[in-house]
């Protein structure tokens, strides 16, 4: 009770943004780096993001055209650290370059589900009545669905294709977004600073910009990252099962999918995209927890 | 059109919550019915892609077939080793003068699974299905028919019953491979009874006459039939035969190293050794009669352009492909027939690998930078094609070397078969598992013109070409084998001149099964049936 109590407080009050947000990427920044296990989804999010920038700079072969089929299956050697792949393609550089393919699905697919989901939750939240009914309902509707199996529903009508899969991931993720942006903004809706600025005569855009959405800032960036994170997740498994990518896309479910063939005779082909995957999901999710503890109002002091 | 795609989505998504409620159940039933009959020697076959459909006349695809030839028997079969004909449910038959009318004598005492009786009215009531399209049951594309008797109703002008146990075919001229394609699976006989009353729904309620009964088919799991107690012939010697659906090469492989399985096909060439060392299994090879290629649609720009066709022939490594690809099991093709058939060609040149020429043939046709289009690669593993998806890579590489962009595009594999029927492929990856033995098998049905209709077309590289056409229509009516040879032989030069496809391969597909299983003769033909085979306890 008391908890909740807090929370209403804090929302209610009126802020001096620039000031206190400050203080509050700081303090944020300063939890994350304490927690060792939110400092370790850091520096792998952080290597991540590098390695898919300077992609073609440290990668050492050519993901697509550097293939050998007489040398195809070749184990981990010092010339190709993580060996070569059913084509006689440079494992290494594949994954490097797929590192690129899934900041790109990503931040496209969470992109589009972060810019459907607040706009569709902000009116959702701000004009209430029957057009909350309408989408908050048709929301539900997506959430009752197991994520990948709505994901795959998708793409089998658009098409197997890796622009497809991103599309799909978005609109299985938007729900989320609407709902964090709806309860936050009808939970500052009937605040005085905003009857304040509705009473100066502020546009209802204007208001929802400027007055409400930036209280719903911390949730948001909490769920951005960590829908980064499953969103990678399924792109691979949509690729895995030929959704997605396809060949020849160095993307990790798509490798890991083509080496699966290998297990026995060759498992160093599926193990390396398998651990890729794992670990930057792991990141985003290391990251996003320690985010959502370092965001919580509730630590501030 | 939005709403549309949105109630498509749900029905998906209704289907693969059914399925997924549907397979748990028919585990159980299984497990169940294992248990009751302990004594039961089951043979569990497993292959990549379950069956299209299992009335025999209304498919193409090797998987339905297995099942089929096991429920159905045809008028006349092969040989066990050989692709000579020998008598089936017809015991004798006899040739007119004029080579135009075919008599045949059927077997007496034969009985459909559903007790009717097996005489000439059936006999007659299956191909007057098949080649009349006014027919009230002719419900299907009936391809494999249009196919061999060039169209609807094709070559077969009458059927007529002599006697009960006597039917005569009246041709509206002579055909050489008429027998044996009498012998082809999908020319199987079906119960009139059970087509009447099934209608549209035939399809999956098969009733033959053959050694086997069909039982029950899940789709995408498994198709089950039992022996027949009541088979005019030697009976099975297994109780039951469970056709599973397993698309995973390497998990088949698991399958059947722990032992729930007994036999697969679509074995990883990488895997073959693998077999070859595990003390439990046994490795057989199928004699080759197939063909693995590359088809380009003619009618798509710039497929159109003989030269561009010739480029991509120089441009595809087909040794490479072999040695990665095959394990070694196969031979480059350069003629769309196998080398172990009457009528081959071993004259023509064909292409060797040869980029060089490959970009001097593209600049010589416009297209000194290359051009863009789709490599379609099939989702299943085949006998001619172990790893689609993997050679579609390695051509795309080959072509990428030549300046072709071209984009790897892959379906379902019913979609697949569709689409290409339909023509709306470029580059289209296929095969093909003679059937007959004849060379006509091969070349008349890929490569005739009379067989790019639309949506049931056999050639899909919509290659019509007259002077090819007046050779294969020439040689089916020739009864003397050495004149037919010729002018098969002839038909191979100008298809290789003309080059509507790149000839990929002839494999020698690979058979993995349990040390149990005896009695089984792979048939050149690609399907066989398991009356003689036997599982030892």
């Known amino acids: 009770m008391s908890e909740t109590v807090l929370n209403l407080n804090d929302t209610q009050q009126p802020r001096n943004e620039t000031r206190e947000s400050k203080g509050l990427w700081a303090d944020a920044f300063n939890r994350i780096v304490r927690s060792k296990s939110s400092l370790i989804g850091l520096i792998i999010v952080a290597i991540f993001l ?162 409400v959405l930036p209280n719903c800032i911390a949730p948001i960036i909490v769920q951005t990252t960590l829908s980064v994170g499953t969103a990678i997740l399924d792109a691979a498994a949509l690729s895995f099962l030929g959704l997605g990518a396809q060949p020849p896309t160095p993307e990790w479910g798509a490798m890991l999918s083509d080496g699966r063939s290998y297990i026995q005779k060759a498992p160093h082909v599926m193990i390396f995209p398998g651990m890729a995957i794992m670990f930057v999901v792991l990141g985003f999710n290391l990251l996003g927890d320690g985010l959502r503890d370092a965001l919580d109002p509730r630590l501030k002091q | 059109m939005k709403a549309r795609k949105l109630v498509v989505a749900f029905l998906v998504i209704a ?104 005489n000439a009215e059936a006999v007659k009531f299956n191909f007057d299905r098949w080649r009349d399209e006014k027919n009230p049951y002719h419900q299907g594309d009936f391809a494999y028919y249009t196919a061999m008797f060039s169209g609807f109703p094709g070559v077969i002008k009458d059927v007529v019953v002599v006697d009960e146990y006597t039917v005569k075919f009246v041709l509206t001229k002579p055909m050489a491979p008429f027998l044996a394609n009498l012998a082809m699976a999908t020319f199987g006989m079906s119960s009139p009874e059970a087509i009447k009353k099934y209608g549209e729904d035939y399809f999956k309620n098969p009733v033959g006459t053959g050694p086997f009964k069909f039982v029950k088919w899940e789709k995408d799991q498994q198709v089950v039939v039992e022996k027949n107690p009541e088979y005019w012939g030697q009976k099975a010697k297994v109780d039951r035969i469970v056709f599973r659906t397993i698309p995973d090469n390497s998990a088949r492989l698991l399958e059947l190293k722990a032992g729930t399985i007994d036999a697969m096909i679509g074995l990883n060439p990488d895997d073959i050794q693998t077999v070859k060392d595990d003390s439990n299994l046994q490795l057989m090879l199928r004699p080759s009669m197939n063909v693995g290629y590359l088809a380009m649609n003619m009618e798509k720009k710039p497929l159109d352009n003989v030269k561009v066709r010739q480029a991509i022939n120089y441009a595809v490594n087909k040794q490479a492909i072999i040695d990665a690809f095959y394990g070694g099991l196969a031979k480059p093709a350069k003629n769309p027939l196998p080398p172990s058939l009457w009528g081959y060609n071993d004259n023509v040149k064909g292409y060797e690998y040869d980029p060089a020429k490959a970009k001097a043939l593209l600049a010589e046709a416009g297209f000194p930078n290359g051009f863009k289009t789709t490599l379609w690669a099939m989702p299943v593993a085949r006998d001619y094609m172990p790893q689609p998806k993997e050679i579609g890579q390695a051509i795309q590489q080959d072509l990428a070397k030549v300046g072709i962009d071209a984009k790897i595009v892959t379906y379902d594999w019913t979609t697949y078969i569709q689409k290409g029927e339909k023509g709306e492929h470029d580059l289209y990856l296929f095969g093909w598992t003679g059937d007959n033995g004849d060379p006509d098998n091969f070349l008349f049905y890929l490569l005739d013109k009379t067989n790019t209709v639309k949506g049931s077309a056999g050639n899909v590289s919509f290659y019509r070409d007259d002077r090819v056409s007046a050779l294969l229509t020439e040689a089916q009516q020739e009864s003397d084998q050495a004149k037919r040879a010729k002018l098969y032989e002839q038909a191979q030069v100008l298809v290789s001149e003309h080059a509507p496809w790149v000839p990929l391969v002839h494999s020698t597909p690979p058979i993995a099964a349990k040390k149990s299983i005896t009695g089984w003769l792979p048939h050149a033909t690609g399907t066989e049936c398991f009356v003689s085979l036997d599982k030892a306890e």
């Open chain 2, 15 to 118: 289907a693969l919550m059914v399925n997924i409620v549907g397979c748990g159940g028919g585990k159980e039933t299984e497990n169940k019915a294992s248990e009751g009959k302990g004594n039961d020697k089951v043979f569990v076959f497993a292959r990549s892609g379950d069956a299209s459909g299992l009335d025999p006349i209304n498919v193409t695809d090797g998987e339905s077939l297995y099942v089929t030839q096991q429920i159905f028997d045809t008028l006349l079969d092969y040989e066990e080793d050989s692709t000579e004909v020998k008598p089936a449910l017809a015991t004798e038959w006899e040739n007119s003068k004029d080579g135009k009318e075919w008599t045949l004598k059927l077997r007496k005492d034969v009985k459909f699974h559903d007790g009717t009786p097996f």
């Open chain 1, 50 to 211: 590098l390695v898919a920038l300077v992609a073609p700079v440290i990668a050492p072969y050519d993901p697509i055209n550097d293939s050998d089929l007489v040398k195809r299956l070749e184990e981990p050697s010092g010339q190709h650290i993580m060996g070569r792949d059913s084509q006689g393609r440079d494992i290494f550089s594949r994954l490097i370059y797929g590192s690129r393919i899934s900041v790109q699905i990503g931040v496209i697919s969470v992109s589009f589900a972060l810019i459907l989901g607040v706009s569709l939750g902000a009116a959702a939240g701000y004009y209430g009545r029957w057009l909350d009914g309408i989408i908050m309902r048709a929301m539900d509707i997506l959430l009752a669905f197991p994520s990948v199996l709505l994901a795959i529903a998708i793409t089998a009508v658009l098409g197997p294709e890796l622009r497809n899969a991103m599309i799909a991931i978005g609109v299985v993720y938007t729900p989320h977004f609407a709902r964090i942006v709806r309860s936050t903004v009808l939970s500052v809706k009937a605040a005085e600073y905003i009857e304040a600025a509705r009473s100066i005569g502020c546009s209802d855009l204007r208001i929802i910009m400027r007055h």
